[in-house]
């Protein structure tokens, strides 16, 4: 991911094409290929993906529907996701599958809590065991454990600093305006704009642009008050 985009402004990119109907064609042949890996699901598991990640049913209510246990919900669930995966083209990989979803949303509303409190621990809970932390401004790229030490570390300077998200979407991906608190001046100040890769009901990549004009793209301001 070279430069983020807002979603409305992604013409904006040379790939692809700013005209209407190129806009229109890749993002039809985006859902086409979801449609598509859907297919590829046997019919007890697509309809667990459907309830579950779709429509953001609880396992429970999944279950009902579908009249077995919860256990059995979670396992078709489990192998539905992997083989749905799998059948994306690359690029639709990199695009969160449903956005604005039940699914996303509560992925993004956990990591966006977890990181305004600073919490590492809770971050990590949000993120795949192989996730990136890359900072393209920096050249910087930081995987797994290395991604969580320099969270901690670094960006939260070990609990003396804080932060708040305000949510947005770039490249067809929940990202958000980040904002470095300054409670003696009672503002936070614009510090870039984070954007998440999702994989499944977690997060397999975090890019911070750290360039704080960005903000502007976005309509977001430069400050806020705290």
Known sequence: MNEPYPDGRRGDCP??????????EARESLSLAFVAALQHLPPRQRAAFIL?????????????VLDCSTDAVDSDLDRARTEFAAQLPPRARDCSPWPDSPRERAVVAGFARAFERGDTDGIAGWLTDDAWLALPSLLSRYRGAAAARFLSVTVFGAGTRRFR???TRANGQPAFGCYLRDPAACTARGCGLIVLT???????????FTDSNLLARFALPGTLPD
């Open 198 to 208: 999702l994989a499944g009901d977690q997060v397999r990549a975090v890019t911070w």
């Open 52 to 64: 579950r990640d779709v429509l953001g049913f609880p396992a429970a209510a999944a279950a009902a």
């Open 15 to 24: 790939d692809p094409p700013p005209w209407p109907e190129a806009r229109y």
């Open 165 to 167: 998200l305000v949510a």
